[in-house]
Structure formats: C-alpha cells, structure tokens
DNA sequence: ATTAGCACTCGAACAAGGGGAGTGCTAATA
DNA sequence: TATTAGCACTCCCCTTGTTCGAGTGCTAAT
C-alpha cells in the first residue's frame, strides 16, 4: 500500500512539520529533504498521500499538513522499532538531579515533572502512585495527651497515615495496646479496599469492654482507606504551551488550559489501562475529549516490583517530537521506579 | 486637592473601566454616569485629573484610563470605608461548601482556592498555614517490624509528622519506649525553629547506651523541622486570567502564566508581611515583580487564636474588582480561620 | 515513469480611504 | 466666573483593493 518513496515523502513531510508548523510544498521538500525526484514527482505523491488520508491541506494552494493517521503510522513505526536502548549517561544525569531533590514521594514526583517539562518543554502531567492493593502492615494507638489518641496505619508500601482524635474520658496505655493488638490481629495483612467489609462485618462484637473507642477508631480507619485510594496529580510547564503557534489563538490556549486544571478529567485519562503497553500515544481526534482533539498525550507508567503503579505524562500539539519524547519518558519511567524501589521501600 | 465633582469623575471612570476595560470619553460618561454637568465640563476635569497623573490616554483621541495612582486611591477608600459588615447568609453558604469537601487541612485550603476562583473569576492563590512557632508536644518511636522503626512527632497544631527508618539491629519495644521517654522529657513544648540548636548541643550525650538509635532518629528529626517550615502553595483558575483582555496577547499571557507557575517567587510575594493590614493590595507598577507590573494582586490573612498563619489572595489585571474582592476575600478570612479553629484543632 | 512548463489559486502583507469616538480650544451663555 | 455649545482636528479601526509568492494540478515532452 505505503511503497518506499511514499514513505519517504511522509517522514520528510512529518519531521518538516514537527519542527516549523508549517505547511510544507513540493519544491522545498525536494530542495531540503533527499528524497532522489523532482518535485512534480513528490507533488504526485504527495497528491496519493492526500487521497490515503495521510495529508492534509490548510487551502488548496498551500502546502501539506501531516493528518493524525500519519502521525499514528508514524509513531506505531518508532515504537516498533524498538530502540530501548537507553543512554547510560544521559539516564544517570537526570537520575542524580531526581535523587538529589527527593525526600518524600511526593517530591520525587513534583520533581520529576518539573524536569521533565524543562527537558522536552510540553506539559508534564504526574500522578501518584495508587496502591490498589496495598495491605495493612502495622496499626498503633498512641496517647498523646489526656483526651487526644493518635492513630497510625502504616501498610506495606510504608505509607503511613495518621490522626488525632478526642476521646471523652481517658484511656490508659495499657488499653490502648490492647486494642492495637486486638486490631493488628485482626487487620494485619489485610488489603486496604477489603477494609470496609471487614469493618462493616461487626468487627466490634468481640471487644465490647472499648466500644466506645472502636467507635471512634472505625471512621478514622475508613477515612484512610479512602485516602490511600486517593489519587494526587502533578502538572508542571502549562505556560510551555503558549509556545507553540497552535496555541497562539487565545481561545484555542484557554480550551486546553481550562482542561489541564480540571483534575477529575485529566486523572481520568492518566488512570486508563496501558494495556501493557509501556509508552501510550494519544493523537489528537483519538482522545476522548473534545478539548484534546488538536492536542497529543504521551504516558509512560512508573512500577514497583514490575508492577504498574502510577504514570508520567507529556502533553502537547499534535506535532510533538515523539522520537526524542519516547526515548526521554522511558529514562523517566526507569528512574522513577529505580528511586522509588531503591529509596521508599525501607 | 480633590474635590467631590473630580472625585465623582474619577470614580464613574474608574467603574466604568473596571466593566468594560475600554477607554471612557466625556460623553459616554455625562450619558451613563449622573455627574450633573456637560460633557465639556467633564473635559476640564479629565484634563486636570490627566494632570494630576491619575488618568492616561492611549492616544490623543482615545478616552481616558485611571491609573494605578488613581486605583490606589480608590481601594485605599474602599479599605477606609470599613464596611466590614459580612453578609452572614453569603458567609454561611460559603462556609456550608468549603467545610463539606475538607476533611484535611489541605483540602480546605485546596477548595478554598477552587471556590474562590469560580466566585470571582481570577486566579486564586493559597499558602498553607506556616507554623514558625509551632512546639513539639509529643514524640514516640514504635516497632512496625523486626528492623523498621516508626518515628511519630506530634506539634502542638497536631499536625503530624511520621517517618519510617531501618535499624541493622533489632530494638526491644522497652528500649523504644525508654528513648521516646527520654526524647518527649528533653523535646516537650520545644519550639520547632529551636529544635535545630538543642539537637547540635550534644543531647545524644546523655544516653550514650542508645547512641546508635539517637544517631538514626537525629536526621529525621533535623527533616521535620524543615517540613514543618515548608509552606504550600495552592493555585485554582489559572486559566480564567485569560478572559481578560489584558492578557489577550499571547506573549502577556504568557509572561503571567509563567510567573505563576514559578512557586518560589508566588511564595515570596504571599509569605512577605501584611503589616497589620487584614487585606492588602498590591496594583500594577507597584508590584516588585516585572512580570506583574500590569496585574493586581489581592490578599487576605487567616489565623488560628487571632495569629496570622496563612494567606489568600486573588491575581488579575489591575483593573480588578476591588470592591467585591475585598468582601470576599474578607468572608474566606473569616471561613477559613473559624473552620480550623473548629475541626483541625482537636 | 518521470519531469518541465504553465496557468491558476489563495492567503499574507501592505496601502489607501472612510467612519467614528474622542479631544481641546474658543466664544457664547447663565 | 463657571459652564457649555460648537467646531476643527486627531487618531484608531475597519474595510477594500492590490500585489506578491509559494504552492497546486494538468498536460505534454522526455
């Protein structure tokens, strides 16, 4: 269907518009791209091109524009190329700035957007990782003064969650670690979403003497589950995208604006599946919403143990610089998942 | 200096570009605005606020613009006016949405941001509470597993901090409970920013016995500290600052947006004093910031048992709503303070 | 099959001109 | 003496017209 020299044309055409935005013709093709024919012949091909769908023309007397179905035959054919060769040096440079600047998770994850968006100069998007099936390792009850208890959930990841709450009369210690005893029993190992039917299963028969306690602790430890379920985005380099002309129009600008800051859409699109698929492309009339049509989203997933636990993103044109995109996600992907399995699993 | 009729003029202009962000000549003014005199009159008096420095003409038969002199004037009116009457209906609706959607301190403050920007159509701005003098009211050190510690420090915000290390030998539960004992004696009621000192003045010396112990907890204390100084910073409704026609151009727009997401400069600017000033306004050229020379920025403080911890404020064009936005601002202060006050201090 | 040649198309960039909202000045008015 | 009507003038904005050039598709020659 697609001969040697048709391809050609369309790389030339798609590396052409990736770097200038600009519609490209004929003749300034064949003077700057090697592609062996005269323009009259690339006009022909590019005219088969047009009819195949994989080109576009802004007005009849323009040159052509890549259409999205190139830019997916396009990126299909690098990510088969399978080139994950990474560049040991380049991966060591950024993992040293990332290590450098990451105490917590959370930072790692700021940081890493950050550089990110620096590097490749789209919009970083982050997100957190979801421990789906993250397990309670370790629950505590503490005084912490005559009426305040503090509780501690520490589950497998080593993500600790903990509250303060009042208690009417005083408890003493040696009750307190009854119940963290009597919980930890029950609760250790336990997976943080079967929480509440555990919870829901009169847990507290059995220790009626602290009721009243149990009473207190049992929305806590609800809340946690919640919050272990919950979801942080990092976005960082949105003004980035006021570079490109495609954004030049104050209104086109708005719309895609307007739609990074809508959190609830964008973890929406960055928690879909990858289905095994280490980098994920997104081009323009292929996302879901309409906002995004002239816009392209590039993921890579981050892991612990092999397992997929949270994502990196690159939001931009349609034109984006998928080549060197791919390849700098996937230094991305590895480093956060080496930092995180190296640094945070104590 | 001043008087009534110029004072009038200058207000009606001053609205009417607050509205309509068009140049307003003398007739559209006599027509719309009760002045009470001829457009000539109205004129002369341009002409002499023009001269005072309080108007501008984009050219020479455009219509007159205030100035950030005469914006100053004007709030500084409005702050005298004191009509700090809250409206308690609007003040218990707003309290009714912020206080549903908070659990945590940061999502109070997070929806706050949200909330703030969709009712007034600007960029919201929010810096978590810094709590310079915050004391630490409890510390415990907890077994999670055979080699995993659990370093608990409670302040007197109860606002936690947790932290797991690995220890190469296993510690029995009476040694932790020895050291935390001993910690929570030496550290009690001590003010966090002093942490730093005691720590350097060898308080290891006195239990030599769990020296290596001490060695491991040190640095995490040492980090808490900093996280506990660490303000964060909440942005809500970047995008709406492009509704504006003041930053219709893409490069102005840019220039803000950019200033924006730079967090350190954000902080510097909300973290800088309110000398005594409930709500403090910030117009145009008198921004330190060039990127903010034609924007505005609007704050207010919240506090905890009358002591400022925090800011809110709102960033647009210079020709900001002033007068709604103070009112506003004024009604989250308040929300904001009476909610923590109510539910985050146990 | 490829290419040179050519007529044609269309947008971008620039210039010219009319319309309109505004100004400042002067002289008349209350 | 303060106010106002009248008027000439200014300058931006919008529309219209024109040119220029990069590009196309078609046809005929190689």
Redesign the interface.
Known sequence: MLDERKLKVLYAIINSYIISAEPIGSRTLSKHYDIGVSPATIRNEMSDLEELGLLNKPHSSAGRVPSDKAYRLYVDSLLNLNNISIDEEKKQKVKSILFSES?EVDQLLQTSARVLSEITNYTALVISPHLENSRI??I?L?Q??SN?I?L?I?NNS?I?K?????VDSPTSSNQLNTISNFLNEKLNGLPLNKLKDVLNMGLLDELYEYKDLLNKVIPVLN?SVYEAEDVELYY????RL??YPE??D?NK??TI??F??DKDKVLEILLKENLGNEIQIVIGEENVYDQLKESSIVTATYSIDGKTIGKIGLLGPTRMDYYNLINTLRLFSVNISEILEMVFR?
């Open positions: 105490q390792k370790h505590q503490l912490v003064s305040q503090l501690v520490v080593d600790i903990s509250t303060i709450f009042k809340e960082e380099g949105v003004a006021l570079n954004y030049k104050i600008a708005k604006l307007s990074i800051e104590k």
